[in-house]
T-cell receptor, first 115, second 114 residues
Framework: KAGVTQTPRYLIKTRGQQVTLSCSPISGHRSVSWYQQTPGQGLQFLFEYFSETQRNKGNFPGRFSGRQFSNSRSEMNVSTLELGDSALYLCASSPRQGSENSPLHFGNGTRLTVT | DQQVKQNSPSLSVQEGRISILNCDYTNSMFDYFLWYKKYPAEGPTFLISISSIKDKNEDGRFTVFLNKSAKHLSLHIVPSQPGDSAVYFC?????????????FGKGTKLSVIP
């Protein structure tokens, strides 16, 4: 079974630009979450999608947005990039949403560098 | 306010000995706990989890212990191997929250010395 796939692996953008990151979950997984990892803050929750609906959002500005498609694939978008957005962006999937206790499975991330 | 804390940024252990990684949490609503291992340039890999109805869960060389009254959990690795050298993250979830959100500690870097 293929794991969580994220593209691209690396991105370099300029301040003020926007960026779109893509994630394909494990086949059959319907919940997709996004996390930001930085050296100072660790792994921080961005948002979770299930059945094409955003179920929860972390404490990030509105410049961070996402969506989920009918095939469970997800994209996240960051507009008006700032230097502080430089981070590893991780996508994770799980079979179900909400109270089901099953582990999240992570992709290898997209390393975004904003110059 | 950090709801999940890993107070040791790093830990060094001799090969073959036990590694003990610790994690504390403050949110009493957390009822599902996970440990992940992360190598550089890779995503976190799930290791082992425990539900709050248990106080111990084992999987091969990995055992997680949960002390709910102390809001403390620990991961034991026995015996430690050089390939275990990585950053270990503790994570917690509130199953009643209605969405799947993990709160992570900042990680402990484990070095297993041959």
């Amino acid at each position: 079974k293929a794991g969580v796939t994220q593209t691209p692996r690396y991105l370099i953008k300029t301040r003020g630009q926007q960026v779109t990151l893509s994630c394909s979950p494990i086949s059959g997984h319907r919940s997709v979450s996004w996390y930001q990892q930085t050296p100072g803050q660790g792994l921080q929750f961005l948002f979770e999608y299930f059945s094409e609906t955003q179920r929860n959002k972390g404490n990030f500005p509105g410049r961070f947005s996402g969506r989920q498609f009918s095939n469970s694939r997800s994209e996240m978008n960051v507009s008006t990039l700032e230097l502080g957005d430089s981070a590893l962006y991780l996508c994770a999937s799980s079979p179900r949403q909400g109270s089901e206790n099953s582990p999240l499975h992570f992709g290898n991330g997209t390393r975004l560098t904003v110059t | 306010d950090q709801q999940v804390k890993q107070n040791s940024p790093s830990l060094s252990v001799q090969e073959g000995r036990i590694s003990i990684l610790n994690c504390d949490y403050t949110n009493s609503m957390f009822d599902y706990f996970l440990w992940y291992k992360k190598y550089p340039a890779e995503g976190p890999t799930f290791l082992i989890s425990i539900s709050s109805i248990k106080d111990k869960n084992e999987d091969g060389r990995f055992t997680v212990f949960l002390n709910k009254s102390a809001k403390h959990l620990s991961l034991h690795i026995v015996p430690s191997q050089p390939g275990d050298s990585a950053v270990y993250f503790c994570a917690a979830k509130d199953s009643g929250a209605g969405s799947y959100q993990l709160t992570f500690g900042k990680g402990t870097k484990l070095s297993v010395i041959p």
